[in-house]
């Protein structure tokens, strides 16, 4: 786990304060507004509060104080001060929404980003690129999401980028982003999802334009075909032993999909949607038994033999 | 006593059953029991039994969350148990004990004997008890629920929850909301019919018109729950397809069904606690209620706005800009008869003469500590930050301070202010006092640090989490005022259990208070009255103490 750690040094730190894009400042800028205007009402209650103990607790001396029911004036006070911060949040709010969430009308989607249980698959519209967990987005350009589901409700949260927006199962729904800065930003599912809802982070690498072209190209391309004999026997039995069921690779014979898409796997820095660092020794122990490293996780446990498992991890850890 | 006295004690049309026969035949005088009063005293300990339950459960979350990529738990038990945590809490804990100190105090309060429906008081009762214990025996059925206490769809489909606990949630969930719902007819008919007779609206304790209200909330926002209920266990057990979108159905449509009662449902479980309050804080600062009338109207506002705001639980659902700014409007403006409460407790209080019983500090922590939660609901009403910031831990900080610094906090300030009335038995006020102050710091510390933890980026109903930068202090602080608000509910039970064993006797009227549940003895009869004070004023017991001060005697002192 070491090395996670340093892993996650590099991550801007997951808070709605570090805004990468406009749609997060925008957030931020109503958000401080009203954190002024709640700040005032409480110190104002606490105030009054505590004025009141000290002043008015009971004296030992002294029969009932002066009965008094009410008094329009300040009832009316009571309700028009508050009346007047509504208004003004309720317009601010409506602004700062015409700004983030724009009509999408017919813009294409830039990214297809699909929740699964437990695990997000992106894929890059226009190339043949598919990748899981961790999502490139290429800096400076706004970018329509759309989000999708294909089991249960997920939601994609990235503090970074501000918005939240639900994955729900036969609805397309989608999200507006601008990333501002390259860099790695984490963010994670927010939608109660099952049984690994707590280990599907996110992890979106935000790159220059020309960077993200390259990373493009390269994910667009097929598997090579392993160089070692020990991958390529692990190639062989990642068709026999039903691997290829559920997970595609490129350029094989592997074309499931009910699992993460595998053709550049090596290429990732982190696996099970961000729960460790991509290792071979990681992986390994993964397929050793994948209820006990992802309790519930839909990955079946092979009972694999030694050879197999160090074939299959030769053969994953080199699919850059 | 004064000639006036000699009134007509309202009461069931049938004899009281159960009148003639001798209250003294232990458990099964219980069991059999239509008085309204043992029938409340039920409730508020199936209450505490609910509470330690939820207790514990929620002491193991906090135990797993307390490190970062801790152990402990499985994902599978964690699911469980805040599922069961969270249902628990409000189904079986807050709602019993609203309910329990409304069946005690409704007819008291009004000078009547007993509720309209005696009989249909001891269904409603049981039938809480019994779906409590069906949501239980799920455990041994085969697994709890754990898909959350709202349960989304798809999530409450059988083939991603395909242990039996949704089924018992459903049907736990809807025994003890039919008992709900005829508990609510039965309290507004009591309201309207048998006051006592000269006990006009304007004269009906603050508590009573709050029930009242709470009860037309319960009838209008219940049915939709109970469909929904339904709905589900036709979708597991007959395979309907009501929320599979694959069959044709929308996950969606139970969110709607569901906030459509959920939202009401929070002010079900605020509005009785506006209405203890309101009888507390006049009681303590030797002063009326400031703006009767404006409690009164506040709280009809928030009954009819409450089924217009549930989409902003569901702002992150793509419903589209227009659809959320509707619901942003509404729900922003909720906020507004709400909040100004606060202000009317605080301008009560001002120019009085406050007395610090257990109660009454449990009034003003709650004057600061829901001022905490109402400030952070209102950020959900405001569509951009609830996008940040719904569904992380700011919300689960947010509905505890609701659920807790207002519920809560109600209910144990009721809990010291009634209980002399309820057992001729006085809780002790200086261990109470400690109580008092370890529940007050162990809230705090446990929730106050969550909404930072939000803010930072930490999802809600995760069973563990990454060694992000300040995530695992947090846990810890809030872990550890778990601990401290558990110990806190242990010295309440000690407390409890010392009064009713040894408790000194208490007075019929200890806290020189205003309405009649006073002017009977401690406890009262089996009979509530022999005959009632005169009402002519929202403080009848205080008019009557003090005939040259009485409120209906006196030149308004209103509007100036």
Known sequence: MNNFSVLLSRFTDPTVLNTASPQAEQIRSIGNGFL???????????????????????????????????????????????????????????????????PVSDHPADVVITGHQWWWQADYKGTKAVTANEIHLPVGKPLLLQLNSADVIHDWWVPAFGAKMDMIPGTNNNLWVTVKRPGIYEGTCSEFCGKQHAWMRIRVIAQTPDEYHKWLITQSTDAVKPADSVALAGEVLFGKASCSSCHSIRGSDANGSEGPDLTHFASRQTMLSGMMANTPANVKRWLTDPQKVKPGAHMPRFIFNKDSLNALTAYLSQLK | MSEETDLNVPEPTQSIPGLGVSNNQGLLQWISSVDHKQIGIMYLWLSLLFLV???????????????????????????????????????????????????????LMIGANDM??????ALSFWMTFFGGFLLYFSFLAGGAPDAGWFNYAPLNQYNYSSSPGINYYCSGLLLSGIGTVTASVNFIVTILKYRVNDMGLKQMPLFVWMILINSFLVLAAFPSLNAALVMVLLDRQLHAHFFNAVGGGSAILWQHLFWLFGHPEVYILILPIFGIFSEIFPVFSRKPIFGYGFVVGSGIAIALLAFGVWVHHMFATGLGNTVNNFFAASSLLIGVPTGVKIFNWLATMWGGSIKFSVAMLFGIAFLVEFTIGGLSGVSFAIVPIDWQLTDTYYVVAHLHYVFIGGSLFGLLSGLFYWFPKMSGRVLDERSGRWFFWLFVVGFNTTFLVQHALGAMGMARRVYTYPDLPGWGILNFISTAGGFLMAIAVGLLIYILVRAVRSGSKAENDPWDANTLEWTTTSPPNLKNFEQVIPVKSTRPFRDYKRPDDADWNRKEEYGK
């Open chain 2, 116 to 121: 309209a429906f005696p009989r249909l008081n």
């Open chain 1, 36 to 102: 002024i205007a709640a700040t005032g009402i409480f110190l104002l209650v606490l105030v009054l509060t505590i004025v009141i103990v000290v002043r008015f607790r009971s004296k030992t001396t002294g029969g009932e104080p002066r009965q008094i029911a009410g008094n329009r004036k300040l009832e009316i006070l009571m309700v028009g001060v508050p009346m007047l911060l509504v208004i003004v949040f309720f317009f601010w709010s409506l602004h700062t929404m015409s700004a983030i969430m724009p």
């Open chain 2, 53 to 107: 339950i939820g207790g514990i459960e929620i002491m193991l979350v906090r135990t797993q969350l307390a490190v970062p990529n801790n152990d402990f738990l499985g994902p599978e038990a964690y699911n469980q148990l805040f599922t069961m945590h969270g249902t628990t809490m409000i189904f079986f804990v807050l709602t019993p004990a609203i309910f329990g100190f409304a069946t005690y105090f409704v007819p």
